[in-house]
Nanobody, 115 residues
Framework: VQLQASGGGLVPAGGSARLSCLAS?????????MGWYRQAQGKQRELVAT???????TYADTVKGRFTISRDSAENTLYLQMNSMKFENTAVYYC?????????WGQGTQVTVSS
């Protein structure tokens, strides 16, 4: 599975952005779980949101109610809609896919929340 993330950039505080993760090599619905993680400068990578093959979602407490994870079968793409962005959301965001015993990672996309 290859993952290509896009959609990062400069976002005003309180604004919105949508990240995309194009998957190739396998249908995203065949993957047991996909998710978004982020890593802020000087901090460890942390989970943002996940979605299982059956569509169940989980979110980090800090993003609940503001971020939404979704997927599109026709596009074979995972999305992360981010609303009401805060300065602390600045990070490199990575998409992840879990299949069998393997984890696959995209290259990361920088999101910077500005004043």
């Amino acid at each position: 599975v290859q993952l290509q993330a896009s959609g990062g950039g400069l976002v005003p505080a309180g604004g919105s952005a949508r990240l995309s993760c194009l998957a190739s090599g396998r249908s995203i619905f065949s993957l047991s779980r996909m998710g978004w993680y982020r890593q802020a400068q000087g901090k460890q990578r942390e989970l943002v949101a996940t979605i299982t093959g059956g569509g169940a979602t989980t979110y980090a407490d800090t993003v609940k109610g503001r971020f939404t994870i979704s997927r599109d079968s026709a596009e074979n793409t995972l999305y992360l809609q981010m609303n009401s962005m805060k300065f602390e959301n600045t990070a490199v965001y990575y998409c992840n896919a879990h299949y069998g015993l393997w984890d696959f990672w995209g290259q990361g996309t920088q999101v910077t929340v500005s004043s």
